[in-house]
């Protein structure tokens, strides 16, 4: 398959979905990557409903972090089991592991045992609370890390109702930086000729992703806590009513709120209201006379206005609203694999681009997500014609 990173062989022995994810976002970009599984499988083949397929046993979850992937079942207790990750990690350029810290060199492959098989091996570690320090051996998991890390306390409606985001953002950002620290360990090794441990971890990558709260803690002394559907720091800038339904409008700038306002009756300079400073800190004020503002206009009629102007606004949409939008199909957002059980099916597809083609991520074909142990043959195959 072609894509920026043909002929790199990656082993993901992660399961869940930090793991998973960067797994996958790497074999988008052309890399061959052997899921590395137990007799039972991944944690989230068993994760549902929904489950799809004739013997509905088929989880979606599952469908949703390994595209791109072969499948081989080992016992790495086993001798057998030892023996083809072994030789898979003398062949391999990055070895992906989510295992709680410890575990790995437990079976026998240490990040030092693993580079004496290959120094030029990237092992990326992912964990839930980092590799050391005081909590280092902490399992994580998404909703425990969006906790600890503080990002629940700044998701809700208000300061006494802590929201967890409503997909595992720990768990993709971790996949994702992941990836992206395996794709700069890559680059260092043209120069260098040998591999590095990569390590992030949940805690490490939701702190990573607390932008101007951590900033406003850290410098300016102010604690973030949950508001709403507001911008802590623009006004007005949310979620807003219109006669028919919710819109988004974001006024990010003074020109686009003189805009806004002189469009639908508002002073723009009226007290309280004529910077941004003023409009947060009278946000209260300021939502309520955006709604009354938007009073006796239908949703559709505000967007097209607001567009006209080109002040910054959306709908909100469900996901089934999403998948049928002609501008996702556009980005090449949707992808069709023939799966081994399910036939022909449509998934999410990669969030890049490359400007010599037109599909999703960086290969112009990609496989579905394997079953378990799919390619146990033709990977031991494939082993075998390397040793000869």
Sequence with gaps: MSGPLDG?????????????????????????????????????????????????DISTYFLAANRNKESIVLDLKSHDGRDILTRLAERADVLVENFRPGVLARLGFSNEHLHELNPRLIVLSISGFGHDGPEGGRAGYDQIAQGEAGLMSVTGSAPDDPQRVGVPIGDLLSGMNGAFGVVAALYERERTGKGRVVRTSLLASVIGAHAMHGTNYLVGGKVGHAQGNHHPSIAPYGLFQADDGPIQIACAAESLWVKFANAFGLDPAAEGMAT????????????????AALAGHTSAEVLAKLAEIGVPCGHVRTIDQVYTWDQVASQH????????????????????????????GGREAHLP????????????????????
């Design 369 to 388: 997500p394997p079953g378990l142990g799919e390619h146990n043959e033709s990977i031991r195959a494939w082993l075998a014609d390397s040793d000869e």
């Design 276 to 291: 941004n400073r003023e409009r947060v800190h009278n946000r209260d004020a300021v939502v309520a006379a955006v709604n």
């Design 8 to 56: 790199i062989t990656v082993i993901d022995l992660s399961r869940a979905l930090a793991g998973p994810q960067a797994g996958m976002m790497l074999g988008d970009l052309g890399a061959r990557v052997i899921k590395i599984e137990s007799e039972t499988g991944d944690d989230t083949r068993g994760w549902g409903p929904p489950f799809v397929g004739p013997d509905h």
């Design 333 to 360: 957002l949707l992808l069709k694999v023939d799966h081994p059980v399910l036939g022909e099916i449509t998934i999410p597809g990669s969030p890049l681009r490359f400007d010599d083609n037109a599909y999703s």
